[in-house]
């Protein structure tokens, strides 16, 4: 009963180096959503799916990318980090009126 | 610009009492509204959520309260006990829980 999956935790990355962060989910959801949360910011929407192969810009999207090849997958990548997207990064998987959340992944950019 | 707000950063209750969580929001097209509560190093939990037809939804201690008029709405907790300790966010959407627009969060603090 795995619910939504985020994968890394942590994660320490350089300026200018690249990763991605995977969220899973096994709900058989068709909405997903990425946000990042920030000191007296509350949690704001970086990007959103609402089915297989489609995405969407949310709220913060500059500075990264998302990709959503198969239904149980949201993928965040950040193609050159910046100290500005230290941040906690949430993963959360939707249906109708209920919004499931990952335990979070910590990315902090040196 | 920061259309769902949450303008105490924390409160403190005495364990038993009442504690009072505010929202207020600017974006009068909201019409789903919900409470999530976050511990540290986890995920946000879904607590109770209220539809705009209504004004009141009670589930157990949390009771949420809508004013359209003010753009205001209020999540009671009654009696706070100590596992109630965490940071509460207000959120909004247009259509059930899509693109959930956050407030900054409130800590509550339930002391013994």
């Known amino acids: 009963n795995a619910g939504v999956t985020q994968t890394p935790k942590f994660r320490v990355l350089k300026t200018g180096q690249s990763m991605t962060l995977l969220c899973a989910q096994d709900?058989?959801?068709?909405?997903m959503y990425w946000y990042r949360q920030d000191p007296g910011m509350g949690l704001r929407l970086i990007h959103y799916?609402?089915?297989?192969?489609?995405?969407a810009k949310g709220e913060v999207p500059d500075g990264y990318n998302v990709s959503r090849l198969k239904k149980q997958n949201f993928l965040l990548g950040l193609e050159s980090a910046a100290p500005s997207q230290t941040s906690v990064y949430f993963c959360?998987?939707?249906?109708?009126?209920?919004?499931?959340f990952g335990q979070g992944t910590r990315l902090t950019v040196v | 610009d920061q259309q769902v707000k949450q303008n105490s950063p924390s409160l403190s209750v005495q364990e038993g009492r009442i504690s009072i969580l505010n929202c207020d929001y600017t974006?009068?097209?909201?019409?789903?509204f919900l409470w999530y509560k976050k511990y540290p190093a986890e995920g946000p939990t879904f607590l109770i959520s209220?539809?705009?037809?209504?004004d009141k939804n009670e589930d157990g201690r949390f009771t949420v309260f809508l004013n359209k008029s003010a753009k205001h709405l209020s999540l009671h907790i009654v009696p706070s006990q100590p596992g109630d300790s965490a940071v509460y966010f207000c959120?909004?959407?247009?259509?059930?829980?899509?693109?959930?627009?956050f407030g900054q969060g409130t800590r509550l603090t339930i002391n013994p």
């Open positions: 959360a998987s939707v249906q109708g009126t209920e919004a499931f």
């Open positions: 209220i539809s705009s037809i209504k």
């Open positions: 709900m058989n959801h068709e909405y």
């Open positions: 799916s609402v089915g297989e192969g489609t995405t």
């Open positions: 959120a909004a959407s247009i259509q059930g829980a899509q693109k959930l627009v």
């Open positions: 974006n009068s097209m909201f019409d789903y």
